[in-house]
């Protein structure tokens, strides 16, 4: 009796373990099937929506797994996308155009943006070393550049503006703020774009000092967006209208919780809560698609052209998966 009584324990154990098994799997399953491995950047903006909707578990909340993983810059994460390290990314309109026509990812939504209150270029500083005292004597100096970011489109319109040929000054191009900061102190860099808190971070270099806004530029502006894989986003439209839902909800706590937004910022990113705080004030959060947003990119990939910065042209319509935010973002939607 005993011999029997333990072999029943044993097969009560052993099915105990498959049902377990089982259950694990299918929850790996389930969990793959939702998982959004979503690229965000550290240096131009930090994506605190992101980070917010994710330390807040708005995503985990819409049975989301969400993995978040840093990069310097949107166009960092652009590839990451490309390179299928990551599922979602975000870029500023210039990296957007510069890489839509390389690898086969959708834009789904705007990030940020400018409207008729709020433009970040008028916040943005054109900082420049001694000696440099007016945008003319820009003219024979080394500009430094954020490689394959917007900052490369802001600069070729602020030279045009004062009517300074790109063959009289010679671009430095570097990969992460603290390049560029270097870059200063050593001599290698003249004069950059200064934006959020790196502004400060710029000036407490012995003299460096603002010479000019980038707003001098009539009709500049700045808009990011978030991009999709479109195999993935054609796969997983309504996880990906969750993904969305989730990021509004990440911007609606950065707007009415700065102070916990820059908590999030210094435990992920360990910058200082004030440096975030002013960041904060320098970005406008949006979500869905505008005719505006249509316009603008319509009017620089126009503009890229004529340039020769992009040596190829697409649809920008076949560009555009618009359906998850149709679908949860109906009033922000119009086009």
Same mark, same amino acid.
């Given at each position: #009796?005993?011999?029997?009584?333990?072999?029943?324990?044993?097969?009560?154990?052993? #099915?105990?373990?498959?049902? &377990?098994?089982?259950? +694990?799997?299918?929850?790996?399953?389930?969990?793959?099937?939702?998982?959004?491995?979503?690229?965000?950047?550290?240096?131009?903006?930090?994506?605190?929506?992101?980070? &917010?909707?994710?330390?807040?578990?708005?995503?985990?909340?819409? /049975? $989301? +797994?969400?993995?978040?993983? +840093?990069?310097?810059?949107?166009?960092?994460?652009?590839?990451?996308?490309?390179?299928?390290?990551?599922?979602?990314?975000?870029?500023? =309109?210039?990296?957007?155009?510069?890489?839509?026509?390389?690898?086969?990812?959708?834009?789904?939504?705007?990030?940020?943006?400018? !409207? /008729?209150?709020?433009?970040?270029?008028?916040?943005? /500083?054109?900082?420049?070393?001694?000696?440099?005292?007016?945008?003319?004597?820009?003219?024979?100096?080394?500009?430094?550049? *954020?490689?394959?970011?917007?900052?490369?489109?802001?600069?070729?319109?602020?030279?045009?503006?004062?009517?300074?040929?790109? =063959?009289?000054?010679? %671009?430095?191009?570097?990969?992460?703020?603290?390049? &560029?900061?270097?870059?200063?102190?050593?001599?290698?860099?003249?004069?950059?774009?200064?934006?959020?808190?790196?502004?400060?971070?710029?000036?407490?270099?012995?003299?460096?000092?603002?010479?000019?806004?980038?707003?001098?530029?009539? !009709?500049?502006?700045?808009?990011? %967006?978030?991009?999709?894989?479109?195999?993935?986003?054609?796969?997983?439209?309504?996880?990906?209208?969750?993904?969305?839902?989730?990021?509004?909800?990440?911007?609606?706590?950065?707007?009415?919780?700065?102070?916990?937004? *820059?908590?999030?910022?210094?435990? /992920?990113?360990?910058? &200082?809560?004030?440096?975030?705080?002013?960041?904060?004030?320098?970005?406008?959060?949006?979500?869905?698609?505008?005719?505006?947003? %249509?316009?603008?990119?319509?009017?620089?990939?126009?503009?890229?052209?004529?340039?020769?910065? $992009?040596?190829?042209?697409?649809?920008? =319509?076949?560009?555009?998966?618009?359906?998850?935010?149709?679908?949860?973002?109906?009033?922000?939607?119009?086009?």
């Amino acid at each position: #009796m005993k011999l029997k009584g333990s072999i029943q324990l044993l097969l009560l154990f052993v #099915m105990v373990l498959i049902l &377990a098994a089982c259950g +694990n799997d299918a929850n790996s399953a389930n969990a793959d099937g939702k998982t959004i491995r979503a690229a965000i950047d550290t240096a131009a903006g930090g994506s605190f929506q992101i980070r &917010a909707a994710a330390a807040n578990n708005y995503f985990a909340d819409r /049975e $989301l +797994n969400v993995e978040l993983s +840093n990069f310097a810059y949107g166009i960092d994460t652009v590839n990451a996308v490309l390179t299928k390290q990551a599922d979602t990314g975000l870029a500023a =309109d210039y990296a957007l155009l510069n890489s839509l026509g390389k690898g086969d990812f959708v834009v789904v939504s705007s990030l940020t943006g400018s !409207d /008729e209150h709020f433009n970040s270029v008028s916040l943005s /500083e054109i900082l420049a070393v001694k000696g440099i005292e007016v945008p003319a004597d820009i003219k024979g100096k080394k500009i430094g550049v *954020a490689k394959g970011t917007v900052s490369e489109y802001q600069w070729a319109k602020y030279l045009e503006h004062y009517s300074i040929s790109e =063959d009289d000054i010679k %671009y430095v191009p570097y990969s992460t703020p603290d390049e &560029a900061i270097v870059g200063m102190k050593k001599g290698d860099i003249d004069v950059v774009i200064g934006t959020g808190a790196l502004i400060e971070k710029f000036k407490n270099i012995d003299g460096v000092h603002e010479i000019d806004r980038l707003s001098s530029v009539p !009709d500049l502006s700045v808009s990011s %967006y978030l991009i999709v894989d479109r195999k993935f986003a054609e796969a997983n439209s309504e996880e990906i209208g969750k993904f969305l839902e989730g990021i509004e909800q990440g911007v609606e706590y950065v707007k009415g919780n700065p102070e916990g937004t *820059a908590d999030i910022g210094y435990k /992920e990113l360990k910058i &200082a809560k004030e440096d975030i705080l002013l960041d904060l004030k320098r970005v406008n959060y949006t979500l869905g698609f505008t005719k505006e947003d %249509y316009t603008h990119l319509s009017n620089m990939k126009a503009y890229l052209l004529e340039r020769g910065i $992009l040596d190829k042209d697409f649809n920008l =319509d076949e560009k555009l998966y618009l359906d998850p935010a149709k679908q949860v973002l109906k009033d922000k939607v119009t086009y």
